[in-house]
């Protein structure tokens, strides 16, 4: 049994979600506001980031990187066709690369600024950097998603998938980002056909249907966030 | 034979010079300005940063997240006792997290303001921002590397090297981003016994010598950047 503790919001917290979805591990998940640098959190993981893995018997494994090596040692290397990592190394690398340009590049750049700004910081105290959403951040966050889903078209017209033939830690990497987002209507879907067309396969994945029901209160989701034929 | 596309001053560049060091890889060194954005080096690696490792037959490695996980897995296995990653997945969660933590969080927080303020700026235009240092950001780094110093001592104190009993990627790291700052004098070691000892030792190595020799025109190394006994 695994425990997940996570932000539903949380774009890496979402990644680890579709893994385990995908892989069909039962979890079970603990909500942590991380802003609020909880102790006996803050042991699991020094960092104070979103997400950490609880295995039993097993070290807390933190961060996103981290759980995303730990489970592909763990269960991905039993799961044959399954597994969301090739098995040679050569094949990997595009995977990683792309892995961490989702859950580093764009989670700077656009994720994390759109989630913090208009979720967390409705959550936050004052001191802890709570408020009211800054229209520049946001402004300046929407601009990279445009590039960002411009780059996912392009890679999605030349490969069946993210990162080559099948699905993989690319893919969920991506999808992770963008449906914290689109969840706040923050994605210009019509601007990409390819990369619109990629996404409404992944999020019509049974791995997915955990994300949709997630819905906060007080700020609804935008229109097509569960359409899977949007 | 592999070829790093780095800069002599970029703390994950020279995180892979001390990974290649130890296991004794030939190494062929290009000085890349990833600031000026060439052409050919974004083909390389579209995120745009160093470094890059180039190997033949194999796709480019970019990142040195990337490269960590490539080299321990076609360099590293074969390494018996001088593997740089534990072989087990539950101590290798403790490896990367410290990896993690140096490589993203000190690179954010200090490392990365440090270099760029007061070497990359130098040889950048004003349009790509180059310019004068900005003394707020230069305190403001100064004063993270205080508690990142104190953490690697309080490591230190309780165990032989960083991640536990042996080297691994995890005090690679940490040295790495430490060489390129203490360059430029801005590791207050005065601070940190336990810190000091450990990287005492680990400058020590012969993997370490390379960086030591790597001298900047017109930015002199701090008095004790080359001296094995500081």
Redesign the interface.
């Known amino acids: 049994m695994y425990t997940l503790y996570h932000h539903p919001f949380c774009p890496h917290s979402r990644f680890v979600r579709l893994v385990l979805g995908e892989y069909g591990l039962d979890l079970r998940l603990v909500e942590e506001r991380a802003w609020e640098r909880r102790e006996a959190f803050l042991v699991l993981?020094?960092?104070g980031t979103t997400p950490v893995l609880s295995v039993e018997g097993?070290?807390?494994?933190?961060?996103v990187?981290?759980i995303a090596?730990?489970l592909d040692?763990?269960c991905g290397i039993e799961m044959g066709d399954r597994r969301l990592m090739p098995s040679s190394?050569?094949e990997?690398?595009?995977v990683?690369?792309l892995m961490?340009?989702f859950n580093?590049?764009f989670f700077e750049e656009a994720s994390n600024l759109l989630v913090t700004e208009r979720i967390y910081k409705r959550f936050m105290n004052e001191e802890d950097g709570g408020g009211p959403p800054s229209t520049d951040v946001i402004r300046a966050a929407k601009t990279n998603v445009r590039y960002h889903l411009a780059?996912i078209g392009w890679l999605a017209q030349r490969r069946n998938f993210l990162a080559g033939d099948r699905l993989t830690y690319a893919d969920l990497a991506a999808a992770a980002h963008l449906s914290a987002i689109d969840y706040l209507g923050d994605v210009p879907w019509i601007e990409d056909d390819a990369a619109k067309a990629w996404y409404a396969r992944v999020k019509s994945r049974p791995s997915f249907r955990p994300l949709l029901s997630d819905w906060l209160a007080g700020v609804p989701a935008s229109r097509t966030y569960v359409d899977l034929d949007f």
Chains 1, 2 share one sequence.
């Open positions: 993981n020094p960092a097993v070290p807390a494994v933190p961060g990187g981290v090596e730990y040692e763990v190394p050569a990997r690398i595009e990683r690369r961490a340009w580093d590049k780059y």
